[in-house]
């Protein structure tokens, strides 16, 4: 982890179906900070949905999209930012975050991140026939990525959101 001055943003990284926007809705609301989530606000500028990105641009073309994105929401002031789970591949994305804002790396354990993407078509990785080894491998190349950047770590599976919420807000610096 890595000392930092706090700003006025906090950022959420972590895998999809970690939490990160229904936690970050939650702990926006209780720090009167502005909510955003990073692949909505793409799917805003563009008019497209991710699935139809990832399949007219690829992975590539998305992450492209996506790095810009992150450019431009990481300089805003007072918002709790729920980022996309591979938005920490990109060098410049994982600079922005760790230059703008305080980061927290929102995990759960496989089999909770399965149950909880194991129905949602708005996540074009794991559309394939094994997405438990697919979200395995994901992780496992990502988790260095997430402590990189991350100001501080929480578990998801085990906590209520108010619980979760609460943690968050006492562990922020002040």
Known sequence: MKPKVFSDSIFL???MGAGKTTIGLKLAERLHKTFIDSDREIENKTGA?????????GE?????????????????PNIVL?????????????????????VI???????????RTSKDKNRPLLQTANPEKVLADILEKREPYYKEVADIVFE??????????DQIIDELPS
């Open 105 to 115: 790396y929102l995990c759960a354990p496989i089999e909770q991140l399965i149950a």
């Open 82 to 102: 729920a980022t996309g789970g591979g938005a920490i591949l990109q060098k410049e994305n994982r600079q922005a975050l760790i230059n703008n804002g305080f």
């Open 49 to 57: 949905s991710i699935p139809l990105i990832f399949e007219l641009e």
């Open 156 to 165: 998801t599976s085990k906590k209520s959101i108010r619980e979760i919420i």
């Open 13 to 15: 990284v972590g895998p």
């Open 60 to 76: 590539a073309g998305f992450r492209k999209r996506e790095s810009e994105v992150i450019k431009d929401l990481t300089i805003k």
